[in-house]
């Protein structure tokens, strides 16, 4: 095939024009999935083929370069990293029993499957055997988006699936590291030892002095999306090249970077928008490509070895993953629909099997006929994963819903009033606006600018675009839709409250008034109106720090809390943060509060750590500063006057705040309260600033 093509253009194949191949290489990366996702093959198998095809082995248009091996080698370790980043830390911790359970039936029941058929089918070796199993072992989380699509992931067989898939891919990985630093000698004691020691100082640089780093650099660099991006880029092949040194696999670098840096970028942030971006757009497809230009498919016709390793493969890979749901759904009392789920969601082979042939494939562990199996093996097991989970999910899905409370609530939305005085801290409260949105969400953010009519307002309205382009540039960055605002009208307080009434907005975001003094009223004449003449929920927030680098968050309750309206709501919108966070979640308050709150997040199916203290101090709100660290964040659930839950304290609580929680961010929440919602008064004529 490459023959006849150097024949008819002599000189020109293989292509050595850098501007060439590059070019080539993004056609083929926009094209090929589009083309064969209409004939249902997944992207990931269309870029490989089209490696097949462009390759030396194929039609010999591309050479397997220092370039392709550099941007795939990129691509690979961005795999890895991703699967560890994208783990929901809380799911984890909530069914960490059930799945380290999981994890560890979906490991041994594959390995033992593949080793045995490995060795006495095949005929291969030990010590390709088992490598060759642990490729079996682990899977990717290909058809998780269905789950998420289809909004079933707070299922606990969902749960435990995601979970159990840390324990196998990590313990394949050891695997991995163990037969290629044992491939070049024998498997004696000071082998164990040194990769122990080594393992143990590199586990303890990468999970804690990685995130201690981090967070500082975020704190610091705040404004600066680029070298966030870079930084966190940079943290990835040290952790990589530290593996390296340690005795094991870049590979097993890159997937702790991505659990130790998890709890610090959260997944509707600008951060993990650009990292998921760059790694889909350019590296993750160029490592593709690189896989399939090493695959030689005419192998598979020159005899009838090459079949039979691709079938036992195919066979073995599929069965064991089977037998390990099918074990799971019935030690843990699942439905079948639901070990339909973990079949469907762990049988899918791409990440870690392609790292472990490749790997296998260059220190000759495995041969050619295990290379191309493994091509045609993640084909057939990401085609079944996917339509197996879909089915899956649709009736989890169904039932689901019919076992659902009918909620005829408005959908969700938010609007973020922006200041003059907010200009240094838009981006914060974007964020917190995107953190706070709920996954779905189809409803965009509203960033608001309010100007007073008189004279000035023309000049007024050209400086306050630049704010609200500001806001909506940032926005962007994280793929939230948002719809800016511009309101003129006689003061700020009718501005925000005609917005809520236009808009039917649900929740308000105002960047807390430090300006706070022995005189004034709650935070300003602008909050106190608002607050009088709307019952929607009201976030007023300091952020001192990024949201990113929030690593718990504390939410001090007061008496009969649980008896408002707007409960529902704040529990619920404190469990999305926490989601967001990944970090473990304390209440202050009262015992039968507590027992509510509990009940409220057990019906919720949240996944985070929770801590309940008891505390009713609270006109001496400084004692919790024994319990907060910088990276904490303090939220205070407040009331209106004449609310269930309002006390006498609750107006001195802002400054408190002011006075003692100078350097801590926080959230004062006043929750929803139905039938406050009147129309604006005309006759308000106060124009504080907020």
């Known amino acids: 095939m490459n023959t006849n093509l150097e024949q008819l253009f002599p000189g020109y194949f293989p292509i050595h024009d850098p501007v060439l191949i590059f070019s080539l290489v993004l056609f083929i990366i926009l094209l090929a999935p589009v083309v064969l996702q209409r004939i249902k093959i997944p992207s990931i198998i269309g870029l490989i083929l089209a490696g097949v095809a462009v390759g030396p082995n194929g039609f010999n248009i591309l050479m397997r370069d220092e370039g392709i091996v550099l941007f795939g080698t990129v691509g690979l370790l961005y795999i890895m990293f991703l699967a560890g980043l994208e783990i929901d830390m809380n799911d984890f911790k909530k069914n960490r029993n059930k799945s380290m359970?999981?994890?560890?039936i979906t490991f041994v029941v594959p390995m033992l499957l593949g080793t045995v058929m490995s060795y006495y089918l095949l005929g291969f070796g030990l010590m390709s055997s088992i490598l060759l199993a642990s490729m079996f072992a682990s899977h990717t989380l290909l058809a998780y988006p269905i789950a998420s699509r289809l909004g079933i992931t707070k299922n606990?067989?969902?749960?435990?699936?995601?979970?159990?898939?840390?324990?196998?891919?990590?313990?394949?990985?050891?695997?991995?590291?163990?037969i290629t630093g044992a491939s070049s000698g024998e498997l004696n004691s000071q082998f164990w030892i040194r990769l122990g020691i080594s393992l143990a100082i590199f586990s303890f640089i990468v999970l804690w002095v990685f995130p201690r780093i981090t967070r500082w650099f975020f704190k610091n660099y705040e404004t600066d999306g680029v070298a966030h991006y870079i930084f966190v880029l940079a943290m990835?092949?040290?952790?990589?090249?530290l593996a390296e040194i340690a005795g094991v696999e870049p590979i097993i670098g890159a997937f702790l970077a991505g659990l130790a840096l998890n709890p610090l970028i959260p997944h509707t942030s600008p951060l993990m928008n650009r990292i998921e971006f760059v790694g889909n757009a350019l590296f993750i497809p160029f490592f593709l490509i690189g896989v399939g230009m090493l695959v030689d498919l005419r192998v598979l016709f020159e005899g009838p070895e090459a079949l039979i390793v691709a079938g036992a493969m195919i066979v073995a890979a599929i069965v064991s993953k089977w037998l390990a749901a099918f074990a799971t759904e019935k030690a843990f009392g699942f439905t079948k629909t639901e070990g339909q789920l973990?079949?469907?969601l762990s049988s899918a082979q791409a990440a870690a099997t392609l790292a472990a042939v490749l790997i296998g494939y260059r220190i000759e562990l495995l041969n050619e006929n295990v290379l191309n199996g493994t091509i045609l093996m993640i084909l057939v097991t990401c085609i079944i994963s996917s339509f197996v989970t879909e089915k899956a999910a649709v009736k989890q899905a169904m039932f689901e819903n019919e076992q659902a409370p009918d909620l005829s609530l408005l959908p969700q939305r938010i609007?973020?009033?922006?200041?003059?005085?907010?200009?240094?801290?838009i981006e914060q409260l974007i964020d917190l606006a995107v953190l706070l949105k709920k996954p779905g969400t189809a409803a965009p953010i509203y960033p608001l600018i309010v100007v007073k009519d008189n004279y000035q307002s023309k000049e007024k309205l050209i400086e306050s675009n630049k704010h609200l382009e500001k806001a909506e540039l940032h926005a962007a960055a994280t793929e939230t839709a948002v719809d800016v605002l511009t309101r003129v009208d006689l003061n700020v307080t009718n501005g925000i409250l005609r917005a809520i009434k236009d808009q039917m907005i649900t929740e308000v975001v105002l960047s807390w008034n430090a300006k706070?003094?022995?005189t004034d009223k709650i935070f300003g004449s602008v909050l106190d109106n608002v607050l009088k003449k709307t019952g929607e929920m009201i976030f007023v927030a300091k952020l001192v720090q990024p949201v990113s680098t929030i690593a718990s968050i504390k939410v001090v309750?007061?008496?009969?809390?649980?008896?408002?309206?707007g409960f529902p709501c704040w529990i619920d919108s404190i469990h999305t943060l926490v989601k967001q966070t990944s970090g473990p979640l304390t209440f202050y308050g009262r015992e039968n509060t507590h027992r509510r709150i509990e009940k409220a997040l057990r019906e919720a199916k949240a996944s985070a750590e929770v801590v309940y203290e008891v505390f009713d101090d609270w006109r001496n709100l400084n004692t919790l500063k024994l319990d907060l660290v910088k990276n904490d964040l303090l939220v205070i659930i407040s009331a209106r006057l004449g609310s269930i839950s309002y006390h006498s304290y609750l107006p001195d609580v802002p400054k408190q705040l002011s006075k003692h929680f100078r350097v801590h961010n926080f959230l004062v929440i006043y929750p929803e309260q139905h039938g406050l919602r009147v129309a604006p008064d005309p006759k308000v004529t106060a124009i504080p600033a907020y």
């Open 101 to 104: 359970a999981f994890g560890a």
């Open 415 to 425: 609007l973020v009033p922006i200041a003059s005085s907010d200009a240094d801290t």
């Open 236 to 241: 990835v092949f040290l952790a990589a090249f």
């Open 342 to 344: 973990i079949f469907g």
């Open 557 to 565: 309750v007061p008496p009969r809390a649980e008896y408002e309206p």
């Open 156 to 178: 606990k067989a969902v749960n435990i699936t995601v979970g159990g898939t840390i324990i196998t891919d990590t313990a394949a990985l050891l695997v991995l590291a163990v």
């Open 516 to 518: 706070i003094t022995a």
